[in-house]
């Protein structure tokens, strides 16, 4: 039986990561574009596949999976031949889910809290700890380098060079040499340029539809 693949998808977002996922994996996918500054993440057809509201969704032959870490997960087991993902038996498997997971419990909050101003309030009871500490983990890893997992590179560094990406960018996550050389040697790769390439067009449609719509009104 084969998977048919739809993708609900707004540019500039999380799901924009698994845009970059598919492009690496080469499997056919509709991709379902809401425009977000027009709100059409949150009219009752979108609402009824993803109650959030939020990016990404996938539906597998009409199964619903929702968050960009479970999407990958299931994605690259299903599609990646072994090449973006170590088997149930190899010994990076474990190291593989451990990245991924660490990406959506820890980085992701503490990443969020940082720009939000809210610091935990006892570090015990945090998911995270602090968010120093959530960095240089990461930083440390990255330095035994080149990818994530040392010499195998995964689907978890599509993941991860994605969110640095825009981290940096936007000064959420400040730029270390470490974390520079990562993105330089992951984001060269052509689903980067590909989904970044429909993201910037598809963003100026969106405004275009936004602004035409303010002055209609």
């Not at 993105?183 to 449609?205: C, G, I, K, M, Q």
Request: glycine content about 6%.
């Amino acid at each position: 039986m084969g998977h048919e693949l739809i993708l609900f998808h707004s540019p500039h977002t999380r799901s924009s990561s698994v845009l970059i996922l598919l492009n690496e994996l080469d499997v056919p996918f509709q991709l379902n574009v809401l425009n977000m500054l027009m709100g059409e993440n949150r009219q009752p057809d979108y609402l009824a596949i993803n109650p959030l509201g939020k990016v990404p969704a996938l539906l597998d032959n009409g199964a619903l999976i929702t968050d960009q870490v479970a999407i990958y997960l299931h994605l690259a087991d299903l599609f990646s031949s072994g090449e973006l993902v170590p088997g149930l038996s190899d010994p990076l498997r474990g190291p593989y889910l451990r990245w991924m997971l660490y990406y959506s419990a820890c980085f992701e909050p503490a990443v969020c809290d940082k720009a939000m101003g809210w610091v935990p309030s006892a570090q015990k009871i945090s998911p995270y700890g602090d968010y120093d500490t959530v960095i240089q983990v990461l930083i440390e890893q990255l330095s035994a380098g080149p990818y994530l997992l040392g010499e195998r590179f995964t689907a978890a560094d599509l993941l991860w060079a994605t969110a640095l990406k825009y981290c940096t960018a936007f000064g959420s996550v400040e730029p270390d040499p470490v974390i520079t050389q990562y993105l330089a040697r992951v984001t060269v790769r052509p689903s980067f340029a590909h989904a970044e390439a429909l993201d910037t067009r598809l963003a100026v449609e969106h405004e275009d539809e936004r602004l035409a719509q303010k002055a209609a009104n």
